[in-house]
């Protein structure tokens, strides 16, 4: 699976921003997408994750610093998933990376170590 994200960008407080994240090569309706971020200085850190729950719906679920803010979404058709973030705060400033894990089993993927791709980081910088 090759990830390819992008859509970051410098943003001022309170502003808006979309990231996208093209998968290949494997069937995208069964991988568990996730985003991650890293701050400068800082751990790498869960944000979000989209995963097949079966028939049509899928699960997010959302780390509580970004719950209420920023919302996942995937376009089947185009292998793409999307990190749609609102209200953004100076804190959330990071690069910011999407990963896949193989997996036909909705659940919070909250670890870095259960996600089998990444791809390269894009940068959000929120100014105050």
């Known amino acids: 699976v090759q990830l390819q994200a992008s859509g970051g960008g410098l943003v001022q407080a309170g502003g808006s921003l979309r990231l996208s994240c093209a998968a290949s090569?494997?069937?995208?309706?069964?991988?568990?997408m996730g985003w991650f971020r890293q701050a400068p200085g800082k751990e790498r850190e869960f944000v979000g994750v989209i995963s097949w729950s079966g028939g049509s719906l899928d699960y997010a679920d959302y780390a509580d610093s970004v719950k209420g803010r920023f919302t996942i979404s995937r376009d089947n058709a185009k292998n793409t998933v999307y990190l749609q973030m609102d209200s953004l705060k100076p804190e959330d400033t990071a690069v910011y990376y999407c990963?896949?894990?193989?997996?036909?089993?909705?659940?919070?993927?909250?670890?870095?170590?259960?996600?089998?791709?990444w791809g390269q980081g894009t940068l959000v910088t929120v100014s105050s």
């Open positions: 990963a896949a894990r193989l997996t036909e089993v909705a659940g919070n993927y909250r670890d870095w170590d259960e996600y089998d791709y």
């Open positions: 090569g494997r069937t995208f309706r069964r991988l568990a």
